[in-house]
């Protein structure tokens, strides 16, 4: 029989979570503040309670390691700017620890080093930060599909940080460490290997962002329609369905014309936002490794036409590189 709610649901009181069996165990255990509860949050639907937060060794490690980025990059900044506290705070966004050229260890801090240490810093924080999240899976039993989705998004940061600076051989393929260092990267990255927008594997990611969005919206916007009848309970309903999960699927199935029922449409999504950083991951290792200018192999391989008269070896040609020598004790404007 459905379940019909017809009257708003009191809140029910602040909720403190017991200790996981093991948590005795651990060095650094350690539960930050205590819950409380945010009425404005009800506006929305969704439960007004935040807090605590468990952090265990792992997770302590990973602040740790994360703070110490921070004051790495606090430091290489202040160092730019002389120590100038007015100028650092003038050229905020603009102030970058820029990578050193070739793969051997930086010449000083300001030439590279700084950057070499907030990289190894920041990857010991994810890393910590996913050790903490195995742990917290396996103490409770749990399948590990979110710690392999942590580790997607790694594999990603990895690639840009790491395994395509090793394959170029230079970090300065690298992005710099600062607020605009991605945007400027990405900006960069993409003129300089002829328009990222041709490459394939961009292509797909960018499908697969647009599709688990997709999903996303039409999975919640599904579950609040058919609410009223106990779908939103979706543990339950994947194992014993009831009216509401059947009017779900036979939706889906007449809407986008395949079927999904409740623990489907879960496996959906996760391959789709999965698919979002592999997807990026390929695209990203395979530029100037593999394909020198994305623009002219499309234009070979038939997926944009060439533009106006030039030739084939106009296309082809690329800028003469110039030997440009940049001071690096100065911020960029």
């Not at 945007?183 to 292509?203: E, K, R």
Request: aromatic letters at 14%; proline letters at 6%.
């Amino acid at each position: 029989m459905a379940t019909v709610i017809n009257r708003p649901i009191a809140m029910p009181p602040v909720q403190h979570p017991d200790p996981s069996p093991m948590d005795d165990a651990d060095l650094l255990g350690v539960r930050i503040g205590e819950p409380f509860r945010v009425p404005f949050l009800k506006r929305f639907g969704v439960d007004t309670q935040l807090g605590t937060l468990w952090l265990g060794t792992w997770g302590v490690l990973s602040v740790m390691l994360f703070l110490a980025g921070v004051g790495v990059q606090i430091l290489g900044g202040l160092t730019l700017v002389n120590g100038d506290l007015g100028a650092y705070a003038h050229y905020l966004f603009n102030i970058q620890l820029l990578p050193p050229d070739g793969l051997g260890p930086a010449k000083s801090l300001a030439e590279g080093g700084f950057w070499q240490i907030n990289t190894a810093l920041f990857a010991g924080s994810v890393l910590c930060w996913a050790g903490r999240c195995y742990e917290r899976l396996m103490r409770y039993h749990w399948r590990p599909y979110l710690f392999f989705a942590y580790l997607s998004a790694i594999l990603l940061s990895a690639t840009i940080w790491v395994f395509r600076p090793l394959l170029m051989g230079t970090w300065a393929e690298a992005p710099a460490m600062g607020l605009n260092g991605d945007l400027d990267w990405a900006q960069n990255f993409s003129v300089l290997w002829g328009n990222l927008y041709y490459n394939p594997w961009h292509m797909l990611a960018i499908f697969f962002l647009f599709g688990s969005t997709m999903l996303w919206g039409m999975h919640g916007a599904t579950i609040l329609a058919t609410s009223a009848e106990g779908s939103h309970h979706e543990v339950a309903e994947i194992k014993d369905m009831h009216s509401g999960s059947h009017k779900s699927m036979l939706f889906w199935r007449w809407v986008m014309g395949f079927n999904a029922n409740p623990k489907t449409i879960h496996d959906w999504i996760w391959w789709f936002s999965v698919g979002v950083v592999v997807s990026s991951a390929i695209g990203i290792i395979t530029t100037g490794t593999f394909v020198n200018d994305w623009y002219v192999w499309g234009v070979d391989h038939g997926i944009v036409a060439q533009y106006g008269d030039m030739t084939r070896d106009a296309v082809n040609q690329r800028p003469v590189p110039l030997d440009i020598t940049v001071n690096m004790s100065m911020p960029r404007p």
